[in-house]
């Protein structure tokens, strides 16, 4: 079974708890869900481990996820939302036709910069890497609720700070 056969995220709450309004096209996102499941929850470098990740989308196929395991995607859907904004903003600001890739203007609508898209998706990703954090630290406390979690060493992924340009000192995302 490839582990993306089950989104352990909806539409619905990537739209409540993240900046993804209700005008954007959820097709436009839906098909970087499980892109970034398998990016931020699988294999050596990735959350839960292949393992671990299986196991829960398994369960929520099968419906048969336990107590703890709940608990574990709870904790987790912040990071995965995020990051999936992360990973979609660029498409959300252009979008592919058949004469190239654009961006779609109306009479309403300024489009935003490259730079502007860029920072949104800088955002995006240190907020996934945030949430990200708190489930390393979650696991490593409590791994031993999930026999199929292998505690590989991880980094800490949230660099924090605030970043206000290269005006001045030079320094770029320090």
Not at 31 to 50: E, M
Not at 131 to 148: A, C, F, R, T, W
Not at 165 to 173: D, H, M, Y
Request: a neutral charge; charged letters at 20%; glycine letters at 8%.
């Amino acid at each position: 079974m490839s582990a993306t056969a089950s989104n352990l995220i909806d539409e619905t709450w990537i739209r409540q708890n993240t900046s993804i309004s209700n005008h954007v096209d959820i097709t436009l996102i839906s098909p970087f869900i499980p892109i970034a499941q398998d990016i931020l929850f699988s294999g050596c470098k990735g959350l839960f481990g292949d393992a671990l990740y299986t196991r829960l989308c398994q369960g929520n196929i099968l419906g048969d996820l336990n107590a703890n395991e709940i608990h574990l995607l709870e904790l987790a859907r912040p990071a995965l939302a995020w990051y999936i904004c992360h990973i979609s903003v660029g498409e959300i600001a252009t979008q592919i036709r058949g004469s190239g890739v654009g961006r779609v203007k109306n009479d309403h609508f300024d489009a935003a910069s490259r730079e502007e898209v860029q920072d949104k998706s800088y955002k995006y990703k240190n907020f996934s890497e945030f949430y990200s954090q708190k489930v390393i630290n979650y696991l490593e406390d409590n791994g031993s609720l999930y026999p199929e979690y292998s505690s590989t060493p991880k980094k800490e992924t949230y660099k924090g700070g605030i970043y206000f340009g290269s005006k001045g000192s030079g320094c770029r995302r320090c």
